[in-house]
């Protein structure tokens, strides 16, 4: 019998690149470095708190579309305490299931085809095929090397009458670049008298390292009016695999979110939202993240420096790029993440997977969110063998 025509809508997207390598690292038995998750445990007090909460009555059923109440209400103290602007949890806060379905659910509610959505790239692979599935038209601005920061004058002239939506990542995955003041202060400029609107992903909010603050979205009275600010609890809490994240935007922006949302998940875990609520108002568990994960970054960075990697700055987030051009010439960055997996034991992520057309800069990408044993045996194996047999220059 002849099988009935089928025409992807994404023809030339494979399996993500964080599965492909993940897989390879475990056919390889090779220390996971490539997809962004810890190797510990959330805290303590949220473990026993979901433990309460998943044998309580009633918390086996449907939560509200929205989110639970006390849940939102929770984001709303935290986010005013952060970022000085309280949003109303009945109208401006949706909780979805992790960040990527709130970002779908905003492009699926905003997006119409033939609309421009500006993307700054190096961006998390989601980004471009997500905007396509809409009927968008990607249009993509180069953060800048060697520090990745955004050219205001590209992105200035970029932006169109079609342009629907621009998309910025702060801390950015994957470079770990941070936006500031000014630059959301340039961003308000370019977009004042003009329908575009803004989707600000900030999941790494609480990792911003050396003294610096998190310049949120939410705290800019001219850009939240524009926004939608994702933010994620499984980041937060070393809970990756929770999949609980929200969004916050104005009461209109966010009653377009919610005619998506409750059609693709419809709500989220009840015990998990309940268990989240409980523990929210400890802000010890979020204010502590910046010098825990600032540790690790140190503590990687000291490591790597024996394996001859140039290590590029990390101001946030839990990612380390490296170039590794000087170890391997001429090699493409996706053929020695493969080879520094399957010869040298530990997995990466190749840079180019954050580009649209494969740009390839002779850069790899670390995740340090992980256990200091962790790291010192990655590191190890990457002082004692890169791919090829060589043994790094002392």
Known sequence: MAQPALLSKLPDVGTSIFSVMTQLAQEN???????GFPDYDPPRPLLEALARQVLMPGHQQYAPMPGLPSLREAIAAKTARLYGHQPDPATDITVTSGATEALYSVLAAVVRPGDEVLILEPAYDLYGPAVRLQGGIPVYVPLQFPDFRPNWDQVAAALTPRTRLVMINTPHNPTGAILTTDDLDTLAALLRNTDTLLLSDEVYEHMVFD????TSVTGHPELRERAFVLSSFGKTYHATGWKVGYCVAPARLSAELRRV????TFSVSTPTQHALAEVLPDTTLYDTLPAFYQQKRDLFRELLVPAGFRLLPVRGGYFQVADFSALAPGVSDEDFARR???ETGVAVV??????????DQSLIRFCFAKQDTTLHAAAERLRQRQPGGTTPQQ
Do not use: E
Not at 261 to 264: A, C, E, K, R
Not at 350 to 359: G, Q
């Open 29 to 35: 038995g090779a220390i996971n470095l490539a997809q």
């Open 211 to 214: 003294g610096a603050t998190h």
């Open 261 to 264: 949302h409750q059609f693709v």
């Open 340 to 342: 520094l997996t399957t």
């Open 350 to 359: 190749p840079l180019s997977a954050f580009y649209h057309n494969r740009h």
